[in-house]
T-cell receptor, first 118, second 114 residues
């Protein structure tokens, strides 16, 4: 299947700093990418949907100024957690749909980023 | 919006037994139902999926059934092995609604004991 690369896999930062997470589709063009947040032993909660070349659509309750999403190309989306605080500590994971396939329901996930804010 | 309920939250079985995880969904327009397996600290991996025009799909020890009328679908794992231990998520989406988003169930932690 398609490969989605996510970096970094693990980040520890001080409170107040900003952290950027990258998600790349390696062998396909991802017209749409999704960003999820996952707390320990909980499900994947959709944060936002990003479409290449347009503004991201945020889910209810997710602060768009806090979680900046940029989808500048068909293979790269970034999530920046601005002014991170301890409550932002979580596992962040991206996923992408292969826009080039006829049946493009399948989502391919990145490997996730564990963010710990001290 | 779509709401997906998943049961049980935890499931313990002996190696060789069968395991069944059930999900219900609320949006009758949903037409795509994947199942993901997630090991601790790793990405979810798609293990099987089913579309609304099919009632059952099987892949070796894994099968999924769908009842559109009742709006529920189930994952069946036969001859379970310790390496099947993981968290399993069901999901639902409506692929006809522009860029479709997946709504996930809360997950089932499956533990297979040797």
């Amino acid at each position: 299947g398609a490969v989605v690369s996510q970096h970094p896999s693990w980040v520890i930062c001080k409170s107040g700093t900003s952290v950027k997470i990258e998600c790349r589709s390696l062998d396909f063009q991802a017209t749409t990418m999704f960003w999820y947040r996952q707390f320990p032993k909980q499900s994947l909660m959709l944060m936002a949907t990003s479409n290449e070349g347009s503004k991201a659509t945020y889910e209810q309750g997710v602060e768009k100024d806090k979680f900046l999403i940029n989808h500048a190309s068909l293979t790269l989306s970034t999530l920046t957690v601005t002014s991170a605080h301890p409550e932002d500590s979580s596992f962040y994971i991206c996923s992408a749909r292969d826009g080039g396939t006829a049946t493009n329901e399948k989502l391919f996930f990145g490997s996730g980023t564990q963010l710990s804010v001290l | 919006g779509e709401n997906v309920e998943q049961h049980p939250s935890t499931l313990s079985v002996q190696e060789g037994d069968s395991a069944v995880i059930k999900c219900t969904y609320s949006d009758s327009a949903s037409n795509y139902f994947p199942w993901y397996k997630q090991e601790l600290g790793k990405r979810p991996q798609l293990i099987i999926d089913i579309r609304s025009n099919v009632g059952e799909k099987k892949d070796q020890r894994i099968a999924v059934t769908l009842n559109k009328t009742a709006k529920h679908f189930s994952l069946h794992i036969t001859e379970t092995q310790p390496e099947d231990s993981a968290v399993y998520f069901c999901a639902a989406s409506n692929t006809n609604s522009g860029y479709s988003t997946l709504t996930f169930g809360k997950g089932t932690m499956l533990l297979v004991s040797p």
